[in-house]
């Protein structure tokens, strides 16, 4: 049916090639057949939907990776950041998502420095944006549109947070053997999980999963794996201590 849809309503069927494309990525976990009908939306969305054309970059970028084809995923997550700078300016939750998943890639890939530079381009956007109290949301123009709102949902799903990029910084400054700054990036993790739960407990979950990767992370560095064992202690109330302020 919507293929025979005027071509000003063509992006319609780029949407839905994306949010099936969206479907079998997180619900059947079919990355190949999510692959084919990203790439089917490409031509729909490029010159119609912008927003969401960025959004099918960086998700491809992903599936590249996946794949290990990090030339073309570095190149279409690079197409992806360099659209949504001149659509949303700099300060952009979408534009600090470009750089996570940057750095995702250049991580497997073992390009730590590189990694931890687009990390760190991600955390001053997330910081300033959290500290401003902006919100750089994707509006939507069409609240009423089913298939805008299913969107949505999926690709909320790619939001970035402070804490998850805290977490990739503390796992780089160890990976490059600065242990001081990868400890102090994790205590960041662990106060950031508490803020996001404002008040209402620590998620037990992501702060178990944060402790066991501190603890790999510390392996064969006695001193270090003392001060991580101090620290979880001390976000988990156990110890008045904040082993960072131990010289």
């Known amino acids: 049916i919507m293929l025979d849809y005027p071509e000003k ?7 839905t090639y994306l949010l099936i494309g969206l479907i079998y990525y997180f619900k059947i976990q079919d990355q190949q057949n999510s692959l084919i009908n990203l790439e089917q939306s490409l031509g729909y969305l490029e010159d119609n939907d912008k927003p969401n054309y ?13 794949q290990g084809r990090f030339t073309e995923a570095l190149k279409t997550v690079n197409s992806s950041l360099h659209l949504r700078k001149a659509i949303f300016g700099n300060d952009h939750l979408d534009i600090a998502a470009s750089y996570n998943i940057k750095g995702s890639i250049l991580r497997v890939q073992r390009k730590y420095d590189e990694a931890l530079n687009a990390y760190i381009k991600s955390e001053n956007i997330l910081y300033k944006i959290e500290k401003q ?4 949301l994707q509006t939507n123009n069409n609240e009423d549109d089913p298939l805008e709102i299913a969107l949505q949902r999926f690709s909320s799903k790619f939001v970035p947070d402070l804490c998850n990029t805290y977490l990739f910084m503390s796992e780089m400054y160890g990976r490059l053997g600065q242990m001081e700054e990868a400890l102090l990036y994790l205590h960041k993790t662990f106060e950031s999980i508490k803020n996001f739960d404002s008040g209402l407990g620590i998620d037990k979950k992501m702060f178990e999963f944060c402790s066991q990767k501190a603890k ?5 560095i006695p001193s ?4 991580i064992l101090k620290l979880i202690d001390f976000h988990l109330g156990k110890s008045d201590t904040n082993p960072l302020f131990i010289v």
């Open 9 to 15: 309503r063509k992006h319609h069927i780029g949407r």
């Open 216 to 220: 790999r992370l510390s392996q064969g």
């Open 54 to 66: 960025c959004l099918t970059l960086s998700i491809l970028s992903i599936l590249y990776c996946a």
């Open 133 to 136: 109290k902006i919100n750089n």
């Open 224 to 227: 270090l794996h003392q001060k």
